[in-house]
């Protein structure tokens, strides 16, 4: 049997951010993936150009209401992905729609949120979302997180600079809401990167290295959270070192193509920024495992 | 690989439109770039649905800063306007001076099937108007909007004939009549060919699968860029087969690969127990199953046999 995910985050005419950068690698996995759009534009912001807009939150409303009349309401699914939410009006009508759900019956899907706020240090969403998150995370219905080190920052209050502060973040976070699990996507420790996962109560924390690539890739986000979700959901709704490992894994092999491809189509070594990450020719790589790679435990004082 | 701009419905839920076309595309190593023109919970067939069409201007913008792409997929445009929309960009992207890269342009005039509009009214003329344009280079109705497109009535074979003369005179390069019947009795689809540069008619007989299915025809033309891609555009120097002969092993091709989907599909839809319903949410286990079938979008098997119409002498 396929997994049935719905998956609600942004929609670009063009290049892979948003459900863009998570519907194909998802059905390529297998995923029977619904995806509900939060926006409708042309391509990401990235290019400095481009046209169209939000989706009107009515509309994400209506059409909720619709997969719910055909049986199809979100605790049919085995899991709930949601990412790129550009208001509060849209965000909110999620939460709603979702959590009346969660609220009235037994089965509930596994939620995964990426809380998309901003990136080294820059907000680029509606700030007005923020305060819906925490109540989100404040409900206990939601089992993994995966923002990235400033979101993690924004929302524990902590700033990351090296192991101690992490842990006082993971504390923090852990004492304002009620969420499962997070995943940090990425933090930067000294010259190294790595991404962090963290049960709620469990005694110790891990992290992976990351192989840094020293290039910008629009929409590696929306590809992470689509993989750890994915790798999640097949251990079981347990967040472990090997979800971890082989999302990291994933997501690198995948960007070291694209930029390998991008090298050969603008014939330099020198790239910096790269648009639109090469998912369709990275195919291949979705579908190797990846054996355990390095894991750094790290204790936790306070559970 | 190459690079296509599908022009199509997205639904939340199921595979129709834009989600029967993206997929096998991908799958077949395309960059699909796409824009949706309505945004529905599922597909009609379930009897309801809950959604919104997307508004001429937005689809405005939205053309407006579409990055290069070699081929055009039109599909589900619901309404006169936005069809409108699309022939004004069109007339600004093909015609000179403004055309800047040349792509190929393939129209799926959908307007609906066995005899039923699902589109507004007003878009078999917005349809029509296109067509004189002459911008359209594969097209890809069923016999309802060939009937529609052509103001001929098909219940026999030369009815067909006129009816695909008329096309003819458009000048497109590739028509497909994805199917025909000439009467309900008939064991058979006739699947129907025809090139602008030959005479002669070509058809398959496709065996009819006793069930439901929705999104068929939008997986075809999917399918059929990808197979006319290998078969002919990306062989235009070889030049060693006729346009015809071309449009004939890539039909076949796209055909085989249907087939086996639906069975595939039929299969599962009946293990759910429930029997196949238009208009009701037994239709929900027919869902073409397009996630399982990863192996089949490239497959080059040619299962039908090639028959000639007629010649119709132009």
Redesign the interface.
């Known amino acids: 049997m396929n997994g049935q995910i719905l998956s609600i985050s942004s929609h670009v005419v063009h290049g892979y951010v948003g459900n863009r950068a998570i519907t194909f690698p998802l059905q390529y996995l297998g995923w029977n993936v619904d995806a509900l759009n939060t926006t409708n534009l042309s391509n990401h912001p990235g290019y400095g150009k481009f046209g169209g807009s939000a989706e009107d939150p009515q509309l994400i409303v209506k059409v909720l209401e619709g997969l719910e009349e055909i049986g199809n309401s979100v605790d049919h699914y085995n899991m709930v992905l949601t990412g790129y939410m550009p208001n509060e009006s849209i965000l909110g009508a999620i939460k709603d729609s979702i959590f009346k759900r969660f609220n009235s019956n037994n089965h509930k899907p596994i939620l995964v949120m990426d809380p998309i706020l901003g990136d080294n240090g820059k907000i680029y969403v509606d700030e007005r979302v923020i305060p819906i998150y925490k109540q989100m995370f404040c409900s206990g219905y939601v089992d993994l997180i995966t923002p990235n080190q400033f979101e993690f920052e924004v929302l524990s209050g902590v700033s990351i600079k090296d192991i101690t502060s992490l842990k006082q973040a993971i504390m923090a976070f852990s004492h304002a809401y009620e969420v499962k699990n997070v995943v940090l996507s990425s933090i930067n420790i000294g010259d190294d990167m790595y991404s962090v996962g963290y049960t709620r109560g469990a005694h110790e924390l891990f992290l992976v290295s990351i192989h840094e690539i020293p290039c910008k890739f629009f929409g590696c986000g929306d590809l992470f959270t689509g993989l750890v979700a994915h790798n999640f959901y097949k251990a079981g709704g347990k967040l472990t070192a090997q979800v971890l490992n082989d999302s990291v894994h994933k997501l690198t092999k995948v960007l070291q193509n694209t930029l390998d491809l991008e090298r050969q189509v603008r014939g330099t070594e020198d790239i910096k920024v790269v648009n639109d990450i090469k998912i369709v020719p990275s195919a291949k790589y979705l579908l190797e495992e990846f054996g355990d790679g390095e894991v750094v435990y790290i204790e936790m004082e306070e559970a | 690989?190459s690079t296509v701009?599908t022009v199509s419905s997205?639904v939340?839920?199921g595979y129709v439109g834009n989600k029967a076309i993206?997929?096998p595309l991908?799958?077949t190593?395309?960059?699909?770039?796409?824009?949706?023109t309505v945004?529905?919970?599922?597909h009609t067939g379930?009897g309801?649905?809950?959604?919104?069409s997307?508004t001429p201007q937005?689809l405005t913008?939205?053309l407006?800063?579409?990055?290069p792409f070699k081929f055009l997929i039109t599909g589900y445009i619901p309404n006169k306007t936005l069809i409108e929309t699309l022939s004004k960009y069109l007339s600004q992207a093909r015609e000179p001076p403004h055309s800047k890269l040349p792509f190929v342009f393939l129209m799926d005039p959908i307007l609906g099937d066995e005899d039923q509009l699902y589109v507004d009214p007003s878009c078999v003329n917005s349809f029509k108007d296109l067509l004189y344009q002459n911008y359209i280079d594969i097209i890809t109705p069923n016999q309802f909007e060939l009937e529609l497109l052509t103001d001929v009535k098909i219940k026999t074979v030369p009815n067909l004939v006129s009816a695909l003369n008329k096309l003819k005179v458009q000048n497109i390069q590739f028509v497909i009549v994805t199917s025909c019947r000439f009467s309900p009795e008939e064991k058979f689809l006739y699947c129907v060919i025809s090139t602008s540069s030959n005479s002669d008619i070509k058809y398959f007989k496709v065996p009819l699968i006793e069930s439901y299915f929705t999104g068929v025809g939008d997986l075809f033309t999917g399918l059929l860029i990808n197979k006319l891609y290998a078969n002919y555009y990306s062989k235009a120097n070889c030049e060693l087969l006729d346009d015809l002969e071309c449009l004939s092993i890539s039909v076949n091709q796209v055909l085989t690969t249907m087939t086996k989907i639906l069975k595939r599909t039929n299969e599962i839809g009946l293990r759910s127990g429930r029997t196949a319903e238009m208009g009701s949410?037994n239709i929900?286990p027919y869902e073409l199953d397009?996630?399982?079938s990863?192996d089949l979008f490239a497959c080059k098997d040619c299962e039908f046999e090639e028959h000639t119409l007629i010649n119709s002498f132009i």
């Open positions: 690989m701009l997205h939340v839920h993206i997929f991908q799958c190593h395309w960059e699909v770039d796409n824009i949706n945004n529905f919970s599922n379930y309801k649905f809950k959604g919104d997307i937005l913008r939205l407006d800063n579409v990055q949410l929900g397009l996630i399982n990863r």
